[in-house]
T-cell receptor, first 116, second 112 residues
């Protein structure tokens, strides 16, 4: 298995531009998570999906952030418009949830976003 | 906050020594997980311990969980330079299905 795949690995953009981060979870996993990691705030859960449905988006910082999961094998996190304070490493993780039993999360390599 | 908080924030030891990291949390959990993150990389799952378990082992790793004290510890025995990384605990909420809260991590440096 290729693991969780994220693209791009690095993104440098200018303030005000739209940024789209992509994630392909591990095949067969039914839960997907988006995290953001910064030195100041650590690792923050932004949103998670179960069976392609957003379950909790309370971690999404503001309306500029949106996430979609159109099918079981693809998710996007979009920032529009981007701001310098959005600079961070964004991780996608997936997990298999069976019978309401928690299991480990598998993390992707992350996307390092720099907003100038 | 339901976040697990690791202690110490940083730990420096010599190769061959044992490393112990602690995690405290505030609300009831379903499970607690430990992850490792090497610099510039994603997180790697180490161990999951459920709320009805007290101890778990995996190779050189030993995790304990004390739900009465709302705390967990991760012990790495006979540490190696390759164990140098940040270690995070993540608490799985007993109230909010599948929602995890990560602590700020312990940065472990194992000197060769």
């Amino acid at each position: 298995d290729a693991g969780v795949i994220q693209s791009p690995r690095h993104e440098v953009t200018e303030m005000g531009q739209e940024v789209t981060l992509r994630c392909k979870p591990i095949s067969g996993h039914n839960s997907l998570f988006w995290y953001r990691q910064t030195m100041m705030r650590g690792l923050e859960l932004l949103i998670y999906f179960n069976n392609n449905v957003p379950i909790d988006d309370s971690g999404m910082p503001e309306d500029r952030f949106s996430a979609k999961m159109p099918n079981a094998s693809f998710s996007t996190l979009k920032i529009q418009p981007s701001e310098p304070r959005d600079s961070a490493v964004y991780f996608c993780a997936s997990s298999l949830v069976e019978n309401w039993v928690y299991n480990e999360q598998f993390f992707g390599p992350g996307t390092r976003l720099t907003v100038l | 906050s339901q976040q697990g908080e690791e202690d110490p924030q940083a730990l420096s030891i010599q190769e061959g020594e044992n490393a112990t990291m602690n995690c405290s949390y505030k609300t009831s959990i379903n499970n607690l997980q430990w992850y490792r993150q090497n610099s510039g990389r994603g997180l790697v799952h180490l161990i999951l311990i459920r709320s009805n378990e007290r101890e778990k082992h995996s190779g050189r790793l030993r995790v304990t969980l004390d739900t009465s004290k709302k705390s967990s510890s991760l012990l790495i025995t006979a540490s190696r330079a390759a164990d140098t990384a940040s270690y995070f605990c993540a608490t799985g909420s007993a109230y909010n299905f599948n929602k995890f809260y990560f602590g700020s991590g312990t940065k472990l440096n194992v000197k060769p």
